[in-house]
């Protein structure tokens, strides 16, 4: 049996920490409810079906009309479009499996800092230690 290895970080929080993390919480939200009413739209209107790739493809034009957004790791942002096609794949999964579905919802600011609290993941870490000082703060979650 292999060993399972943890590692504990304690972040030194301070004023301007706070805001940003709380500027890129509010930013995620706002383009995962975004998303989700892209997705809902395509469908009432068209009947059509809005794939993740498809969302990914438009960030770059809409970070160029959202400076906010430059902020924001790219993949942080992607992490979020991701999170809309797990929450759709679901939707469908239980359609089919005959259960109850439950229509992906739209989330509130308590919902993206619960899902975070869940696993919460630093981004410039993951880039490596040559370019954090270049890396805005950003936070990716999973489940």
């Avoid at 009309?65 to 797990?86: F, I, M, T």
């Avoid at 739209?106 to 630093?122: A, G, W």
Wanted: hydrophobic share 35%.
């Amino acid at each position: 049996m292999r060993a399972m290895k943890a590692n504990k970080y304690k972040i030194k929080t301070n004023k301007k920490l706070v805001e940003n993390a709380t500027k890129t919480l509010d930013l995620c939200r706002e383009l995962y409810n975004a998303a989700l009413q892209e997705r809902r739209d395509a469908w009432k209107r068209e009947q059509t079906s809005i794939s993740y790739s498809l969302q990914q493809d438009q960030l770059p034009s809409i970070k160029m009309d959202r400076p906010d957004l430059k902020d924001v790791h790219s993949q942080v942002l992607q992490d979020v479009l991701r999170r809309v096609e797990r929450a759709f794949d679901g939707f469908f999964s239980r359609v089919e499996k005959g259960q109850t579905p439950g229509y992906p919802r739209f989330k509130t600011q308590r919902d993206i800092i619960l899902l975070l609290i869940h696993k919460v993941v630093l981004i410039s870490k993951a880039i490596g230690s040559r370019c954090q000082k270049s890396v805005p703060l950003g936070f990716a979650y999973q489940d």
